[in-house]
């Protein structure tokens, strides 16, 4: 079936609407909301549809707390908490970033923790007449712009480039390479015609809005550095005992079915 531009536009907004920087808010419960618990969320944009499921029902398992995400690229929310940016929690999609801000004393490694494994996809929109079923990865080069997340601050983009290193693919297609700001930017490039294919994470293809607009092949794990996603406390997380509920939740049952149901192999607490 072939998707419409409308359908494909709808993407898009729906992806920017994920970058300006806030999740999907709950409902008031009708309690003064000065008198809510707040947990500050900076997250990997990979996490953008998981996040969105998983943050009700952790509000709903606790009423008292109200939970705030921002998406980003790990590697520029590591710089902004290493200037003590105001987040209680962060969750990355390189766990080497919280372990840097624990061994800096920016966080307590007693609350680092692995959430996820991440995946990497080729996907094109459903109305792409490349072949990326048949072609695979080598469907990058039936492309004149191939959209990937900014290697440089993105652990996505590292994938996307170890990949196609793998697959002697990068020196050919490196020239046409089109960088986004993080992965759901990266996303957005290709569902709104800014790129004709992306490497994207499959947290992403698999989401509802996404499947139903696109076409993916999935990249062997072997052809990338594991993507090992994890979180830790922030030393200054206004209220601790919040930002360590929301991280037992993501590894108890009811959090990691939600990881698996967008793509992410459950990681260890």
Not at 47 to 56: G, I, N
Not at 80 to 96: K, T
Not at 161 to 186: C, P, S, W
Request: hydrophobic content about 45%; proline content about 5%; charged content about 20%.
């Amino acid at each position: 079936m072939r998707t419409t531009s409308r359908s494909v536009l709808s993407v898009a907004l729906a992806l920017g609407v994920f970058l300006t920087g806030c999740a999907p808010r709950s409902e008031s419960s009708g309690r003064d909301a000065a008198a809510r618990r707040e947990v500050r969320v900076a997250a990997a944009s990979d996490l953008q549809f998981a996040l969105a499921e998983l943050v009700p029902l952790f509000e709903r398992a606790q009423p008292g707390i109200e939970v705030k995400v921002t998406y980003g690229s790990s590697g520029n929310f590591f710089n902004q908490l290493s200037n003590r940016a105001p987040f209680d929690l962060f969750l990355s999609a390189d766990l080497e970033y919280p372990r840097r801000l624990a061994t800096a004393g920016s966080a307590a490694s007693s609350t680092l923790f692995r959430y996820a494994v991440g995946r990497v996809v080729v996907w094109v929109p459903n109305d792409s007449p490349i072949e990326v079923e048949r072609l695979q990865i080598h469907a990058l080069t039936e492309a004149r712009k191939i959209a990937i997340a900014n290697p440089e601050h993105a652990p996505y983009g590292r994938a996307a480039v170890e990949a196609m290193k793998h697959f002697g693919l990068y020196d050919t297609v490196r020239d046409r390479l089109v960088l986004g700001e993080n992965i759901a930017q990266t996303a957005q490039f290709v569902a709104s015609g800014g790129a004709e294919i992306g490497i994207i994470a499959l947290s992403l293809a698999i989401a509802p809005e996404m499947r139903a607009a696109g076409r993916y092949w999935e990249i062997p794990l072997e052809a990338y550095p594991r993507l090992e996603q994890g979180g830790v406390v922030l030393s200054w997380a206004q209220d601790q005992a919040a930002a360590i509920a929301l991280r037992d939740f993501m590894v108890a049952p009811a959090g990691r079915a939600v990881l698996e149901r967008y793509g992410f192999i459950p990681g260890e607490k």
